[in-house]
Antibody, heavy 120, light 110 residues
Framework: QITLKESGPTLVNPTQTLTLTCTFS??????????VGWIRQPPGKALEWLAL???????RYSPSLKNRLTITKDTSKNQVVLTMTNMDPVDTATYYC????????????WGQGTLVTVSS | NFMLTQPHSVSESPGKTVTISCTRS????????VQWYQQRPGSSPTTVIH?????PPGVPDRFSGSIDSSSNSASLTISGLKTEDEADYYC?????????FGGGTKLTVL
């Protein structure tokens, strides 16, 4: 059974850096073809893809946010970490991590999401 | 990069059929697979269609997906609508490794 869970601060001050951790089980991020992504959703708005990291450490970022994002993995801890710099109130959203398997092209499994509010 | 455009909302009666479109702004819709996610209020998205027209286990065959190169769009069709189908639906594709989501469609079953 594959599970993912996001963790991190619920409140961030403007201009601060956000660090979120996705802790997963039921799969290995060293398995060929596997990837973990981050997606966010502002309240009442649409899903927005942020970043993706592959089993071979290839990394992809949203073109509109790439200057602010860093994604890393720790295979031994079964964790993926996303950092986002220079947080702004418009970055208030629920942040999800999701697993993309080696066979299908969709995000097959999602975490429950974590709401991050940016406010002073 | 390209955009995926969906209608903001659709509504239909129980038992009827509804189709939600997802139009790709540039590049061919056929070049990259399209997935569809259902998101109920307060829940994480779940896949209802992957790779254009494949249903994951447990998704009813009332859900089907297709692509149309002439309109450069993908479609999600839900037949025999049930009140439980009321949710937001998102299409998603990718290009050069980048992931793109559509803006979402709110389906109301009334």
């Amino acid at each position: 059974q594959i599970t993912l869970k996001e963790s991190g601060p619920t409140l961030v001050n403007p201009t601060q850096t956000l660090t979120l951790t996705c802790t997963f089980s039921g799969f290995s991020l060293s398995t060929t073809g596997v990837a973990v992504g981050w997606i966010r959703q502002p309240p009442g708005k649409a899903l927005e893809w942020l970043a993706l990291i592959y089993w071979d450490d290839d990394k992809r970022y949203s073109p509109s946010l790439k200057n602010r994002l860093t994604i890393t993995k720790d295979t031994s801890k079964n964790q993926v970490v996303l950092t986002m710099t220079n947080m702004d109130p418009v970055d208030t959203a629920t942040y999800y991590c999701a697993h993309r398997g080696m066979v299908r092209g969709d995000f097959e499994h999602w975490g429950q999401g974590t709401l991050v509010t940016v406010s002073s | 990069n390209f955009m995926l455009t969906q209608p903001h909302s659709v509504s239909e009666s129980p038992g009827k059929t509804v189709t939600i479109s997802c139009t790709r702004s540039s590049g061919s819709i056929a070049n990259n697979y399209v997935q569809w996610y259902q998101q109920r209020p307060g829940s994480s998205p779940t896949t209802v269609i992957h790779e254009d027209n494949h249903r994951p286990p447990g998704v009813p065959d009332r859900f089907s997906g297709s692509i149309d190169s002439s309109s450069n769009s993908a479609s999600l069709t839900i037949s025999g609508l049930k009140t439980e189908d009321e949710a937001d639906y998102y299409c998603q594709s990718h290009d050069s490794g980048n992931v793109v989501f559509g803006g979402g469609t709110k389906l109301t079953v009334l």
